[in-house]
């Protein structure tokens, strides 16, 4: 339920190098890494034009892992259920569903902060990330609130349409 281990690895230091290099120095002060990389991850998300001006300024840098971060999928999305492949979520509004990889654990097992652990039921904001043909999530997970049994419920109900309309994705493309 994780992306290999190379792919995962060459992201991560290409995803950090990235956002990290949005954020200055003072903006950092007292914030964990996790918070540091969510706060330029938000940057990012309002300015999508700072990876052009970052590929301008790093040439250097893995173009190929660049890309998949300007493909990335920001948004709120609802952890469903786990199978033995990938975690299943949906967009919050349930218009679209996927099966998603973990970088280097699976989606279930990430700490969520704030005292969660990831499971079903749980929304939270992340980036979905296409690698390798996969939708992988980013693992800087934020703003996490869990379900009620009715909407999860109707989550299910939702996932089981998109998948018999054929809106259910396990990459892009």
């Not at 999928?73 to 492949?85: A, I, M, P, S, Y």
């Amino acid at each position: 339920m994780v992306i290999d281990e190379p792919t995962a690895q060459r992201f991560i230091a290409a995803y950090m190098h990235f956002l990290n290099s949005l954020l200055q120095p003072k903006e950092t002060k007292g914030l964990t890494v996790m918070q540091v990389l969510a706060k330029g991850r938000d940057r990012f998300v309002a300015d999508r034009t700072l990876l052009t001006h970052y590929r301008q300024k790093h040439p250097e840098a893995d173009a190929e892992m660049l890309d998949a971060i300007a493909q990335s999928q920001f948004g709120r999305w609802v952890h469903l259920k786990d199978t033995r492949g990938y975690s299943v979520l949906l967009d919050e509004d349930a218009t679209r569903a996927y099966g998603v990889l973990g970088l280097t654990q699976p989606l279930r097992t990430i700490d969520a902060g704030e005292g969660y652990v990831m499971g079903s039921g749980l929304v939270m904001q992340a980036a979905l990330v296409p690698l390798n043909g996969r939708w992988v999530c980013d693992g800087l997970i934020q703003e996490p609130i869990w379900l009620g049994p009715n909407y999860k419920r109707s989550y299910t109900e939702s996932y089981t349409a998109l998948r018999k309309a054929g809106g259910f994705s396990l990459g892009p493309g």
